[in-house]
């Protein structure tokens, strides 16, 4: 749970104020967190928007839920200067904050960089937005699949799978955001141990998905033809499979290990050869009638492959269910829901989520106490101004 004991947890020193919401911000907050931060969430009176998206248990949202596991939650109407106020006093007690709204909603608030400096000079602020702070396109609103538009991976989806252009299955540009940013506050935060100083890092979500391309040179340079042919997958009898050969190479190999006969004349036209191999190697994948049968086969030859799995799935991989990556969490209606960790390994330092997501305002009570002193009186005036809310439904009369 959150309140566990911190020992071995490598960033337990730690406090973030997590102003971010949907998945950049969220996700770097969620990661600090797994590392033994005490991670913030400060969320608005209307609520972080994925509180509407994935199955609800106990009053929390599936995607919510995974990328705010383990945090506290306060929220505040910053809106009103006794709440711009209780920003401010959190600030000057936090190591790291994070926010991911466009450049200019955090000055409007009157929480830019240079305010937030002025009451604590050591503090890290983290900024994620779609196109970065003071360029040509600041002003524009962007989620991920506008970055991905952008920075022209659906161009190169489409082009190469010869379909129609679509966003991709997963967001991309939020979750390498969230990583560079992650870094950069590491950074930020040892550069800190020698200057005593803290700063604030600027990520723009197209830069970060640009700089982690690794077929981007293929574009910049028009050499696609130089590389290698994309890998396939090929229907066997125990299922499908992706084969990291090209056709050219698994025809081959194929060839010497197994004497697959060529079907093609050296006057067949290429076309048709080619079709008249595929339709052979399909034969002998469909020929494999259990996945110990594939990966023997796999292996006489010495080629990577993958079983073609649904996500729902996952929880049986078996390198995945030894690394008991896919964990129950509490669900805080009585049962477990699954919660996907994160990837370290660390032979000396313990991490994981420590607990399921708050509920809006959950916490209130208990982080104004720990991080400012502060009474349960005060943040019983402070709700009953409107500066302070929580979730009734969920929380009912309990206090927080």
């Known amino acids: 749970m959150a309140n566990e004991p911190l020992a071995g947890y490598p960033l337990a020193h730690l406090r973030v104020l997590d102003f971010s919401r949907v998945l950049a911000g969220p996700f770097a907050g969620r ?47 910053l809106r009103t200067d006794d709440g711009r106020q209780l920003a401010l006093d959190l600030a000057a007690q936090a190591d790291i904050l994070i926010e991911n709204f466009r450049p200019d909603v955090m000055p409007r608030l009157g929480l830019g960089y ?20 003071g360029g040509p396109e600041s002003h524009r609103p962007a989620y991920a699949p506008i970055i991905h538009a952008e920075a022209g991976l659906l161009a190169r989806q489409a082009r190469r799978s010869r379909m129609p252009y679509r966003d991709l299955p997963l967001s ?91 079907p093609a004349r050296k006057t067949t036209p290429l076309p048709e050869k080619i079709r008249l191999r595929r339709e052979r190697m399909q034969a002998f994948f469909a020929g494999l009638e259990t996945w110990e049968a594939v990966e023997a086969t796999m292996a006489r030859m010495n080629l990577a492959w993958g079983r073609v799995r649904e996500g729902a799935e996952l929880a049986e991989q078996p390198t995945l269910a030894a690394h008991d ?13 699954p919660v996907v960790q994160a990837p370290w390994r660390f032979s000396e330092a313990r991490h994981g989520v420590r607990g399921p997501a708050p509920h809006r305002g959950e916490h209130n009570k208990a982080v104004l106490a720990d991080w400012l002193g502060r009474s349960p009186e005060e943040a019983d005036r402070l709700t009953a101004a409107g500066v302070l809310l929580r979730d009734e439904t969920a929380l009912g009369e309990s206090s927080a």
């Open 31 to 77: 990661l600090l967190c797994d590392l033994g931060a005490d991670v913030v969430k400060v969320e608005p009176p209307d609520g972080d928007v994925t509180r509407l998206w994935g199955r609800v248990v106990g009053n929390l949202p599936g995607y919510y839920h995974q990328q705010n596991a383990g945090k506290r939650d306060i929220c505040i109407d």
């Open 114 to 133: 240079e305010t937030l400096r002025a009451v604590n000079p050591r503090l890290v602020m983290l900024s994620i937005s779609g196109f970065g702070q």
């Open 172 to 262: 991309v540009a939020d979750t390498n955001a969230s990583l560079h940013g992650l870094v950069g506050l590491l950074a930020a935060i040892i550069a800190r141990q020698r200057s005593g100083a803290g700063q604030h890092i600027d990520i723009a979500m197209i830069d970060a998905t640009v700089a982690t391309d690794d077929q981007l040179n293929y574009d910049l340079e028009d050499s696609e033809a130089t590389g290698p042919l994309t890998s396939e997958t090929w229907e066997s009898g125990a299922g499908w499979i992706l084969v990291s050969a090209d056709f050219r190479y698994l025809w081959r190999l194929l060839a010497n290990e197994f004497g697959l006969t060529d």
């Open 325 to 337: 990556m896919i964990r129950p969490m509490d669900d805080r209606a009585g049962g477990q829901r």
